[in-house]
């Protein structure tokens, strides 16, 4: 019984944590205080209700618990500054202002204004001021509701090391006095692109699992969706909230096909597209349709929902329009110019016009020293050669694709193609 009610526990801690932290970051002005106070909620959960039984309302009663102890710290910090204020009286002479009228605090804090204080959360644990790997960290711990254990493993880094992020994090935003609140006008665009960013990162390492034993981390993935979908409902005049989300539905549309029975990847053209969920092609669809009718234009995540959109409308991979595919990629490489980018345009330009038209783009990325251990030019090249029938240095490049992967399941992939060669 103890165990059953303790999954309860953990599972409305996952979906009402961020909430939670929220309303007291709120009260509090600090970010890993209310982290802190949330928390004691959490275990006085775990101790108490298996001996009283799970509450009618278990998400208000943590939240009731975490409030009622925040106001505790509130007052605390009220008797504090008074005598503070009556000491100072009395060596200067002078009256000091009292701190803070705590009813208003109490007032302010029993707001029901969750959405606003969720939209604030998301902008200071995505804070530019942080480095990119804190931010990370620390959008998973606050809005994902995972623990530090769960973070580690994800991203197969030792857990002390995630520990250290997040501390890191807590401090930096602290001794930057980053206010809790969503920014103004001016600061919105790069605020945003941040968060995007952080989402995407956390998505794509799901979808392709930089190492480890697993091709994909689906609850990664799951993690970014639902706070991609959380965004899109407190920022719906955004046009690039909406392309993420369009982008991360789509791709999550083909997660069942694209692994094998025992774990190995199947690449996009050898996938079995009856395998592809169509509820999600239509909600990546709708935020698509979402994202262009904000009138604003479609940015680098809402072009990537259109090429994906493509592959989601193709019923077989031969009706695959790669010409739309390529120009997209053209548009793409001028929003967001990367190497990175022109690999992928290499490709489409590939099944659109030819191997040796995407042979030419890749030859000229052999330089960049941003791809020069990125395992996915000498595979992407070695794909090419294949097909122009230079057998012989395709081996070469699916082999040392194979050694710069850090992921099993690709280097058996790529160990294999190489074989066939």
Not at 72 to 93: F, N, P, S, W
Not at 188 to 199: D, G, H
Not at 246 to 256: F, G, H, K, P, T
Request: glycine content about 6%; overall charge negative; charged content about 25%.
């Amino acid at each position: 019984m103890a165990d059953k009610i303790h999954k309860i526990v953990e599972a409305v801690w996952r979906m009402e944590s961020a909430k939670i932290i929220a309303v007291l970051a709120r009260m509090l002005r600090d970010v890993g205080q209310a982290e802190e106070l949330a928390q004691d909620a959490l275990v006085l959960a775990l101790e108490r209700w298996p001996e009283s039984g799970v509450p009618d309302q278990p998400a208000a009663w943590l939240t009731t618990v975490a409030k009622n102890r925040a106001l505790d710290v509130l007052r605390r910090r009220q008797m504090h500054q008074e005598k503070e204020a009556e000491l100072t009286y009395e060596i200067e002479g002078v009256l000091q202002d009292a701190a803070p009228n705590l009813d208003a605090a109490v007032a302010d804090a029993l707001e029901n204004d969750i959405g606003d204080d969720l939209l604030r959360l998301v902008f200071v644990a995505c804070h530019p001021v942080l480095p990119t790997d804190g931010r990370v960290a620390l959008t998973l711990r606050l809005l994902g509701g995972l623990s530090t254990e769960e973070i580690a493993r994800a991203f197969l880094v030792p857990e002390a090391t995630v520990a250290q992020r997040i501390v890191r994090a807590k401090r930096t935003l602290a001794e930057a006095k980053v206010p809790f609140e969503a920014p103004r006008a001016h600061e919105l665009v790069e605020r945003l692109a941040s968060v995007l960013q952080v989402i995407y990162l956390i998505y794509n390492e799901g979808y392709s699992a930089s190492a480890g034993a697993d091709w994909m981390r689906p609850a990664l993935c799951e993690e970014a969706l639902r706070l991609g979908r959380i965004l899109a409902e407190l920022a719906p005049d955004e046009a690039e909230v909406h392309g993420l989300v369009a982008l991360m539905e789509i791709q999550s549309s083909r997660a069942r096909a694209r692994v094998g029975p025992g774990g190995e990847p199947i690449l996009l053209l050898e996938q079995d597209r009856s395998r592809w969920d169509q509820l999600l092609i239509r909600r990546g669809l709708a935020a698509l349709a979402r994202a262009e009718q904000t009138g604003r234009g479609l940015g680098s995540y809402g072009v990537q929902a259109a090429i994906a959109a493509c592959h989601a409308r193709a019923l077989r991979a031969a009706d695959t329009d790669w010409q739309r595919i390529a120009a997209l990629y053209d548009a793409l490489s001028q929003l967001a110019p990367s190497p990175v980018v022109e690999l992928n345009r290499a490709v489409a330009l590939s099944m659109a016009f030819g191997p040796a038209a995407g042979l030419e783009v890749v030859d000229g990325l052999m330089e960049v020293a941003a791809l020069k251990h990125y395992h996915l030019l000498p595979s992407v090249r070695g794909d090419f050669l294949a097909k122009l029938g230079r057998h012989g240095e395709a081996r070469l490049e699916f082999e040392r694709a194979a050694q710069l992967t850090q992921n099993e399941r690709e280097r058996t992939l790529l160990l294999a193609r190489a074989a066939a060669q």
